[in-house]
């Protein structure tokens, strides 16, 4: 196995993950939170789905999906284009409301192929290219797209489990 198939299998298995946490949520279990200030099912895959779109494009030198397919305007949220969810207050959260699974996981399939075209191509000697000096050690790519997978799969356990506990 390369280590460009070894990524495809980490962003596919958040693909699956995220499909099976919201499969037949209507969008009010989607923007159910469980408590006071914890994240929604909704919240946790638009966010993952945010992350791993800018991330990849950044790193890819490609548009993201989110602007370039016209997801902001479809999904109406009231934040910048470039928000991501990094940071959100649970008032934040709290706005991301009214979308079905398939906003979502239409969101998350265009990001995915877009994800999956890019890596697909990736040589193993690209993934030692620094993607952002600002940490020391500077991040490669590499590091990055672990960081990515890392992230979103905690996010698909999260948003499985916050389903768990739909009334």
């Known amino acids: ?22 499969e037949g949520l209507t969008p009010d279990q989607l923007a159910h939170q469980p408590g006071e200030g914890a994240n929604s099912i909704g919240w946790l895959v638009w966010h993952l789905t945010r992350v791993q779109d800018d991330h990849v494009a950044d790193a890819a030198g490609l548009d993201q999906v989110w602007t370039s397919q016209g997801f902001e ?20 959260v709290a706005q991301v ?5 398939d906003q979502l996981t239409g969101y998350l399939d265009a990001v995915h192929a ?32 672990v960081s990515v997978v890392n992230d979103d799969q905690q996010h698909v356990g999260q948003a499985a489990y916050v389903r768990g506990l739909l009334p």
């Open 1 to 22: 196995m390369t280590p460009a198939e070894l990524l495809v299998d980490g962003f596919t298995r958040i693909q699956e993950g995220v499909h099976s946490a919201v």
């Open 73 to 92: 305007r479809d999904f109406g949220l009231p934040f910048e284009e470039t928000e991501t969810g990094y940071g959100a207050s649970p008032e934040e």
């Open 97 to 101: 409301k009214d979308l079905t699974a």
């Open 114 to 145: 877009q994800t999956v075209r890019w890596v697909k191509g990736l040589a193993p000697d690209e993934l030692d290219r620094v993607v952002d000096e600002r940490w020391d050690p500077p991040v490669t790519l590499g590091v990055r797209l």
